[in-house]
């Protein structure tokens, strides 16, 4: 090889468009809010990470934090209530991507990845016939409208095992969900940071990496300023009209190894900024430092019980009215 071609062949990892490492792609201004006291999380690595405002029809929606070597999102930070666009959510196929971090110059918004191919982001597919599912780490479910489309982005989703990712979405996100209802009633917003850790040795098409680890952190508190608030902007969903249950902010986390056996475990969550390595999960919330972790765990537990005798209690009430009709009728079967 001579001089020439070798100083080529060094300069050529530079002059590959997947040099963005840790470049932000856009300006993470646009879309603080995503993050409680608008800071993102603190002390997370920076090498071959990029930050992605997810933009869909017009509208940000979330940020990820992405690994562009190993192909997977670290987290994705979202909040509830944060409904936006018009458009019924949908779920699209293929997924999209994000073109920005083959090319700064492609179109901000993600877009189908129906046809691509990328050495620095995960397509479509790359997951098709891999044995695993596309695992979300924002939930398809847990917004609406446009903002839950925009959740089926392979920035957004790891490999996961589909009885895990449906153990998951059970033992974690369907509660994360509850609580986040019942943080919305007091008038308050969930931040929630949700991602993964620990590689396998297992590589979908010798190129996506497959975490050992989902967990998610939650903070329920005030927004800072209400009424520029952009998520909560828009028609705001019922659920503010009932009863106030509880008036406090919270804090709360779930880990889980993504083997289908294994439970989810619930932790504070300075327990977990401990097992990541990482210093700040949020801003300021309550419970996430020793002084008052172990009260709000407690309340937490409280709520969690709460939620799940409501959805008994609603019941029982549904099967006595049709009791009552019955009787009414004269209708007596037992
Ligand atoms: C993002 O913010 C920058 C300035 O911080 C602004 O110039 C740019 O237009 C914004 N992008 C969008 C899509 O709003
Ligand atoms: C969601 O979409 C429906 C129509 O599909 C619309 O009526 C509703 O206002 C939208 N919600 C928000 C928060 O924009
Ligand atoms: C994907 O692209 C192929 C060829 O470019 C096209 O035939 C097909 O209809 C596209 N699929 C979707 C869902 O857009
Ligand atoms: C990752 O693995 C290390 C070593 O086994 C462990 O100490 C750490 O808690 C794991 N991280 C998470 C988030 O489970």
């Known amino acids: 090889m001579g001089t020439a071609s070798l100083a080529l ?6 002059l590959d468009p997947g040099a963005v490492q840790g470049e932000v792609i856009q300006d993470l201004n646009n879309c603080s809010w995503f993050f409680q006291g608008k800071t993102p999380p603190q002390g997370f690595d920076t090498q071959n990470r990029i930050k992605i405002c997810q933009r869909y029809k017009n509208h940000y929606h979330f940020v990820t934090l992405y690994r562009t070597d190993l192909r997977i999102p670290v987290y994705s930070a979202y909040r509830y ?64 409208n446009d903002s839950a489309t925009a959740t089926t982005t392979l920035t957004n989703a790891v490999p996961q095992k589909h009885k895990a990712n449906e153990n998951w979405a059970e033992e974690a996100e369907s509660i994360v969900r509850k609580l986040a209802v019942e943080c919305h009633r007091s008038g308050r917003s969930m931040y929630v940071v949700t991602g993964s850790a620990n590689s396998t040795n297992i590589k979908l098409k010798n190129k996506i990496v497959v975490p050992e680890v989902a967990w998610t ?4 508190t005030s927004p800072p300023d209400q009424n520029n608030d952009p998520c909560l902007n828009n028609n705001l969903q019922s659920e503010r009209e009932n009863v106030m249950m509880y008036n406090k902010d919270f804090s709360a986390a779930f880990r889980k190894r993504m083997m289908p056996e294994e439970t989810t475990v619930r932790l504070t969550v300075r327990e977990l900024q401990e097992q990541l390595g990482v210093v700040k999960m949020f801003e300021s919330c309550r419970g996430t430092s020793a002084d008052d972790e172990a009260e709000t765990f407690k309340e937490v537990t409280m709520l969690i019980a709460q939620n799940r005798g409501d959805s008994v209690s609603k019941w029982s009430w549904v099967f006595a009215v049709v009791y009552c009709l019955l009787s009414e009728l004269g209708l007596k079967w037992f």
């Open 9 to 14: 062949f060094l300069l050529l990892p530079v």
């Open 81 to 144: 209530p944060c409904t936006m666009g018009v458009d019924k959510k949908r779920r699209p196929s293929p997924w999209f991507y994000e073109p920005q971090i083959d090319d700064p110059r492609a179109s901000m918004e993600m877009i189908s990845s129906n046809g691509t191919s990328s050495g620095n982001q995960a397509v479509d597919t790359d997951y098709q016939r891999s044995g695993y599912d596309r695992g979300h780490l924002y939930p398809f479910s847990f917004n609406s």
């Open 217 to 220: 952190a939650l903070c329920c």
